[in-house]
């Protein structure tokens, strides 16, 4: 494979971690950004590398390879150089531990039977008593009905992660471009060989969109659409405290709201601290586009909920907020490997909320797809080809729609063709479905 | 009749107080929004009643001016005055007018999820009754037909080595101590820094009873002569700014005070807190000339290099900004006004140091404009013309003050790779080095969230700037640009970007919010304005208990404000208006 041309499109943690492993598999790896790398939806989340929030399946087999890739990866990182060793002391990885705390006595029996079927799977989930859970978290509420003891559970400062991920990624070769936009694909006899950016075409083997919850516009530009879409998130982040909450703490209904695909609004209480002493407080989940407007109703609903679990943090200043948009797919699983309908291009996207703590792992599977070798897990289950993410009716045969007409790419270069409008797709960015080349 | 407007001015200083008394003359219905206990601002800056002062005015200009305009809005029957109330958010309503939420989508009553209509301003998400850093407040919400926004500017402070240390006081800081408490910071004090302002913080110092021994300038003697064309005074006399600058350079004279043009403060040193501090001769660019070091004795230091907007809220409600003044360095970044003060944003006006750092005759004059514009005022009254004029007279101001005090490019020599930026963080100049000069670190979320610096309580207010300024000259903005432009759903990059405007508790921000005031209530056919009715939420059927909070805030109000009545003392060409309902 020594040669082949890879363009990673989005320098967040998925494209940092998918450009290191094909890098250091000796591929020539450029990533490519419109914006500044991990200044989105890395940088906009809290840092999850979790196992206690997933259900038995493939993406808890996922997640199980990404916690037992971060420490291999990050040590690999610092033996490189005292500079990337600092580096990944900026990582803050924390293996911390998850408590997940039931409130109701529904709760308590769902979270009892949901570590049950976890502990099958050989994830350490560990029943707490009210004694050991106040042990371990003072502040907690006593009025809880179960709690489990995740020590799996880790956390990151995830725009750190993405730039260890990502300066390593250069070290081993690759090249970064960012502040430049993707505007178009160019296919030759249905195979992607270029992406036209503002300053000129760059010509590749192998494209991976890893644009998360862009991806959906950014297939949709490429003249392959696959259903990603964005999925808002709001945390709240208090002036620093003393020590107060010790593990990530959460809801036992965060589960529910993680795996729900409702569009309306779903909160849950996460609680944990971070390095500095900040303690950082979600969960909202809002399915509204990329309507990035403070909704301070959100934010109470999140600020009531984080009270039911911690009632003495109702004095603690929150001095700010953020919120970002994860890659949701209506199945709630990554989509990871080759377009089956535009040769050249690949997928590696859709985490919705667990993209920091799946990236290593994604990145992996990628090169294990690329390069041919026997995947480390079942990559099956994160195929394009399925139904929620080319729509109904995929599973037998994906049926062409008229935005992508393949027709077009078997003419050849579209330089030509696409000229004149590429100054149309710069003025409607925000309306990419009609944005699709060769339209 | 049709309903008066509702108008809602944020911010009480000498801005938002204009915008508020025009606003009222022109016939509207007012809501005056201030954190502190009494208007006044930073530039009026009053005593606690505590200390009762038998001459609050002593250490202020324009006192009785502004004390009589006080009296009017406050005792205006129309007039609101919400002190210690906090906009800790805005909220902006969809664009195709359906109302800020679908009704239901976010739990949120029904009455809260009524329709709007378009073309609204944001939605105030408000603290009441206590300070900015207060506890127990209630959360309210107030939709007005036009919001005036008046918040002010802070000082802003370069780093340098030292910076950090106990009695190192920003300028601002340094006077509204002596201002508003009467306290000194020290008995030996250096003033430095750049512009006009060192000399009424120098002033306030003397008076209250500090040993000034110098005031530095860090403009060069050719830069502020350049900027003024050396004809300040007389510019300045157009707005009353002269006298106050005159008596301050008295006082600095009477005083013996040593005022020294190209020079800083480069350092500061002391165990534990300033002991001494060396200042240094500077080139036009501000780079410090080698030899020219001198070592002076303090106790205090109070450092000043010009101001910075507080753009929060406008940011928030999504206010074009315009770009830096040429010389500028740095985020000189203000709110984009048109003639009559408004904003991008239909229904958002701005005023005072928002949109340009012109002083307080300048600010007045724009919040007047500002608020008879918001209230519906006609265009073309004479008044409207005089403040215009005014204010036109304010911008040119504004424009010399930044040609002749221009932050020089060259501070950031000043700075070694231990002194610290950021003060809340304790970030220092090596790791922001290093992070703008990583390929894979330096935008500026990512640089952010690696050095922290600006994540701190003052969430950047006071290094913001800085640290913008920083990033730009590694990667050369142009190169780099695009990083910050905006993305559908990713906000562009501003250090004033602070969806959460003013710290609110877990607690505060748990409980619901009540409508302050529905301004869907309009005022009943033939009732006369001034009607205590027009105060009381008209949903106190609904929530009792809301509303007899209400009332009583609105009790406590009155009871504050002067029971002089000012109808008719007001010459507004629509009075016709309120008898003829």
């Known amino acids: 494979m020594n040669g082949t041309r890879v363009v990673v499109l989005g320098a967040g943690i998925v494209g940092a971690a998918c450009a290191r492993e094909l890098a250091l598999a000796g591929l020539e790896v450029t990533v490519l950004d419109r914006g500044g790398p991990g200044a989105a939806t890395t940088s906009h989340g809290e840092g999850n590398v979790l196992v206690s929030d997933k259900a038995p399946g493939p993406e808890l087999r996922l997640a199980q390879l990404s916690r037992r890739l971060w420490p291999e990866v990050l040590s690999a990182i610092a033996d490189r150089s005292p500079t990337a060793a600092r580096r990944v002391e900026a990582v803050e990885w924390h293996a911390k531990g998850g408590i997940v705390v039931a409130t109701t006595e529904e709760g308590a029996h769902g979270l009892t039977e949901f570590a049950a079927a976890q502990r099958e799977v050989q994830v350490r989930a560990e029943a707490l008593t009210a004694d050991a859970l106040r042990a371990a978290e003072p502040f907690v509420t006593p009025a809880h009905t179960a709690a489990v003891h995740y020590p799996e559970d880790a956390q990151v400062q995830p725009a750190g992660a993405a730039a260890a991920l990502l300066t390593d990624a250069l070290a081993a070769g690759a090249v970064l471009r960012t502040g430049e936009e993707v505007l178009a694909g160019v296919a030759r006899s249905g195979r992607l060989t270029g992406v036209r950016t503002p300053l000129g075409l760059l010509e590749a083997d192998l494209f991976v969109n890893a644009a998360g919850p862009w991806s959906g516009a950014l297939a949709a530009r490429l003249g392959a659409p696959v259903a990603v879409e964005p999925r808002r998130g709001d945390v709240l982040v208090t002036t620093p405290l003393p020590p107060t909450v010790f593990h990530k703490v959460y809801d036992a209904d965060y589960v529910g709201a993680v795996g729900s695909s409702e569009e309306e609004l779903q909160t849950s209480a996460v609680v944990e601290s971070t390095r500095a002493g900040s303690v950082l407080i979600g969960s909202s989940r809002r399915r509204v586009g990329f309507d990035d407007r403070l909704r301070p109703e959100v934010l109470s609903a999140v600020a009531a909920k984080a009270l039911r679990l911690f009632p003495s943090l109702a004095g603690v200043p929150v001095m700010r907020a953020y919120g970002g948009f994860r890659p949701y797919v209506p199945d709630h699983l990554p989509v990871i490997g080759p377009d089956p309908r535009l040769a050249g291009l690949w997928h590696a996207s859709g985490h919705e909320g667990a993209g920091i703590g799946l990236s290593v792992g994604t990145g992996r599977l990628l090169r294990n797809l690329v390069l041919e070798e026997p995947p480390e897990i079942d990559t099956h289950p994160f195929r394009v080809d399925r139904p929620a993410v080319l729509g109904p009716g995929s599973e037998h045969g994906w049926a062409p729609s008229p935005t992508a007409e393949p027709r077009q790419r078997d003419t050849g270069p579209l330089q030509q063709d696409t000229g004149p409008q590429e100054q149309q797709h710069r003025g409607e960015e925000q309306e990419p479905e009609q944005n699709q080349e060769g339209t | ?581």
């Open chain 2, 1 to 581: 009749m049709t309903a008066a407007r509702h108008v809602a001015v944020v911010g009480a200083g000498p801005a938002g107080l204009a915008a508020a008394h025009a606003a009222l003359a022109a016939g509207a219905r007012v809501t005056l929004i201030d954190s502190a206990e009494q208007p006044g601002g930073q530039y009026h800056r009053t005593l606690p009643e505590a200390y009762a002062a038998e001459r609050p005015g002593e250490l202020q200009h324009g006192w009785s001016a502004f004390e009589r305009r006080r009296r009017q809005v406050l005792a205006h029957p129309r007039c609101t005055w919400l002190p210690e109330t906090s906009v800790w958010a805005l909220e902006r309503p969809d664009q195709d007018g359906e109302g800020t939420e679908r009704p239901g989508r976010l739990q949120e009553r029904p009455d809260q999820a009524r329709k709007r209509s378009v073309g609204a301003p944001p939605r105030l998400h408000l603290l009441c009754g206590g300070p900015v850093d207060g506890s127990g407040r209630t959360r309210r919400t107030l939709d007005a037909d036009a919001l005036v926004l008046a918040t002010g500017a802070h000082d802003r402070v370069l780093p340098f080595p030292g910076w950090q240390l106990p009695g190192v006081y920003s300028a601002g800081a340094a006077q509204a101590l002596a201002k508003g408490e009467r306290v000194v910071v020290g008995d030996r004090v250096v003033v430095a820094g750049s512009g006009p302002f060192l000399l009424p913080v120098a002033a306030s110092l003397l008076e209250a009873g500090s040993r000034v021994r110098e005031v530095l300038e860090a403009g060069t003697p050719g830069t502020v002569a350049r900027g003024w064309s050396g004809r300040p005074w007389e510019l300045a006399s157009q707005l009353g700014k002269a006298a106050e600058l005159k008596d301050c350079a008295a006082a600095l004279a009477r005083h013996r005070v040593p005022y020294r043009l190209g020079r800083a403060v480069v350092e500061a040193r002391g165990a534990g807190r300033v002991e001494e501090i060396v200042t240094a001769r500077l080139r036009p660019d501000w780079s410090v000339v080698p030899g020219t070091e001198r070592t002076v004795t303090v106790d205090a230091l109070c450092v000043g290099h010009g101001f910075s907007p507080q753009l929060e809220l406008p940011v928030a409600a999504g206010c074009a900004l315009r770009g830096e003044q040429p010389g500028r360095g740095g985020t000189g970044e203000f709110v984009a006004v048109d003639d009559e003060q408004r904003t991008s944003v239909p229904c958002v006006f701005a005023a005072g140091e928002i949109t340009g750092i012109a002083g307080a005759p300048a600010a007045c004059a724009e919040g007047a404009v500002a608020g008879w514009t918001a209230a519906g005022g006609a265009p073309s009254v004479q008044p409207l013309r005089v403040l215009r004029r005014s204010r036109d007279q304010g911008r040119a101001f504004a424009r010399r003050l930044a040609r002749a005090h221009p932050v020089g490019a060259g501070w950031p020599g000043w700075l070694r790779l231990d002194t610290v930026v950021c003060r809340c963080e304790e970030t220092d100049y090596r790791a922001l080095c290093e992070a703008f000069t990583s390929a894979a670190e330096s935008a500026p979320r990512v640089a952010k969230l690696g050095t922290r610096a600006g994540l701190g309580p003052c969430q950047a207010r006071i290094c913001g700037p800085t640290v913008t300024e920083l990033r730009d000259r590694f990667a050369g903005r142009a190169a780099d640009g695009p990083a910050e432009r905006p993305a559908d759903g990713l906000p562009a990059a501003t250090p004033h970007r602070r969806p959460i405007a003013q710290p609110i508790r877990l607690g505060e921000l748990a409980s619901p919010a009540a409508a302050l005031i529905d301004d869907e209530q309009h005022l009943p056919e033939g009732e006369q304005l001034g009607d205590a009715s027009d105060q009381i939420p008209s949903d106190s059927k609904q929530r009792p208990s809301a509303s007899d909070q209400t009332r009583t805030e609105d009790e406590q109000t009155r009871s504050r404000g002067e029971p002089t009545h000012i109808e008719g003392e007001q010459s507004h060409p629509d009075s016709e208006q309120e008898s003829d309902s």
